[in-house]
């Protein structure tokens, strides 16, 4: 009876323990190889995060120092984590040890830049995009390269001006690559090369798309989709956002309502279940677009305009029926299938946003960082910090959420904070 009785009392003093084993939530890890994470669509799969944050803020783990000027959102992948920077006049492409912040390599793509400096300085924009054993990035004069991630070493080298007669925009390249399969894309802009689809191995053109009226590179990076079986790429250039067949590059549709009058549309577009949102600043705003494909073509019926998203480069994310982005100063929620405005407020004033396990995570240009949740019902704050050693220029790149860490790039510094 005595041994009974013990065994008993064993099982139900560990009763508790396995039940709280059983019903924790999964810890989630995930990369974020490329501009926006693995799907573009700034909406991450880790799980276990912080629901709520200290007052002080999530801990700080290191900073990387001395990355060089500029505004390029880093990307996250296998240890390692890739930016760009601008060092004296050469453009550089670095990488850093994930856990330590530590440089192992650099690599420059580019010297002698001497675009006209613009608001936020001339520095890198562009994200790199890391496919397997190589990196793919654009430098902000046009310089398209493919690197290898363990060293650095160039593979090869594209000029977006000299070998597709493509325009510089007024405050540089600052689009993303997208890797699909065996090719690159990227937009030079104008009649000739609009969008150029080029072996991912070779740097060789696959195809050119040709796009006519509003046909310029803007600040915006493509993104994927596959609408009535037609897989296609979908950009914001200056006068639309379009789309062109992924297989041979023809202009599909196009959908001119999101594009700002003076051609600045920065956003990256989002789509999802046969919808395009997109938007622009400038006293403009964004639009949703129904896409139908039937037999091998594609248009665009635009379901909604609205003043209430004017989202100039912070971008945007839905979260299930649910559209969340900065209408300029004030971050605000949309029904995303038509328009209307669940709520606003100014949280940490003008900024970006991404998306991970519930929260929204929000950067305001001027350095705030808050947890928001996702609610469409009401604006919840669950905590917020100032970065430090800020700098005087505006914080422009995005909020990076990989393995459990968050990455705020602030020009030549790297925070890395832990989130879980």
């Excluded at 200056?238 to 959908?255: E, I, N, P, Q, Y």
């Excluded at 609205?306 to 994310?317: D, E, L, R």
């Excluded at 209408?327 to 606003?344: I, P, R, S, V």
Aim: aromatic residues 10%; positive net charge.
């Amino acid at each position: 009876m005595q041994r009974s009785f013990s065994s008993h009392s064993f099982l139900r003093g560990l009763l508790p323990c396995l039940t709280a084993v059983l019903v924790a939530p999964a810890s989630v890890a995930e990369d974020w190889p490329q501009w926006r994470g693995v799907n573009r669509d700034a909406l991450s799969k880790e799980k276990g995060l912080l629901s709520a944050w200290p007052e002080s803020g999530p801990r700080l783990l290191w900073v990387g120092r001395n990355l060089g000027e500029g505004h390029s959102t880093p990307s996250v992948a296998k240890g390692r984590i890739y930016g760009m920077g601008l060092r004296g006049s050469d453009e550089v492409v670095w990488a850093l040890d994930a856990r330590t912040g530590k440089e192992l390599w650099a690599t420059k793509i580019a010297d002698g830049i001497t675009l006209e400096a613009a608001q936020g300085g001339y520095g890198s924009r562009s994200t790199p995009t890391v496919d397997g054993d190589h990196l793919y990035t654009l430098g902000v004069g046009g310089d398209l390269v493919c690197m290898s991630v363990a060293n650095g070493k160039l593979l090869w080298k594209k000029n977006l001006v000299r070998d597709f007669n493509g325009d510089v925009p007024r405050w540089g390249y600052s689009e993303s690559p997208l890797v699909d399969g065996e090719k690159v894309v990227v937009t030079p802009g104008g009649d000739a090369f609009t969008v150029v689809a080029l072996n991912k191995k070779t740097g060789e053109t696959i195809w050119k798309s040709q796009v006519t009226g509003g046909n310029g590179a803007t600040y915006s990076s493509p993104i994927l989709a596959t609408v009535g079986g037609v897989r296609q790429y979908i950009q914001f250039l200056t006068g639309a956002v379009v789309g062109v067949d992924a297989a041979s590059g023809k202009f599909l549709w196009r959908f001119d309502a999101p594009a700002c009058r003076q051609g600045i549309n920065c956003s990256t577009p989002i789509y999802t279940d046969s919808y395009v949102f997109a938007a622009s600043a400038y006293g403009h705003g964004g639009g949703l677009a129904k896409l139908t494909g039937s037999g091998g073509a594609t248009t665009a019926e635009q379901v909604y305009f609205t003043k209430q998203m004017q989202n100039h480069h912070g971008g945007m994310v839905v979260v299930g029926d649910y559209l969340y982005g900065f209408d300029n100063n004030t971050l605000t929620c949309l029904e995303f299938k038509t328009g209307k405005l669940m709520w606003a407020d100014r949280s940490v004033g003008k900024g970006s946003v991404a998306y991970a396990d519930g929260n929204l995570y929000v950067r305001g240009e001027q350095g705030p960082v808050a947890l928001v949740a996702t609610d469409p019902k009401a604006y919840t704050e669950k905590g917020r910090f100032a970065q430090p050693e800020r700098s005087n220029a505006p914080a422009w790149p995005h909020p990076v959420i990989a393995n459990g860490t968050l990455l705020l790039r602030d020009q030549g510094n790297l925070f890395c904070y832990a989130i879980k």
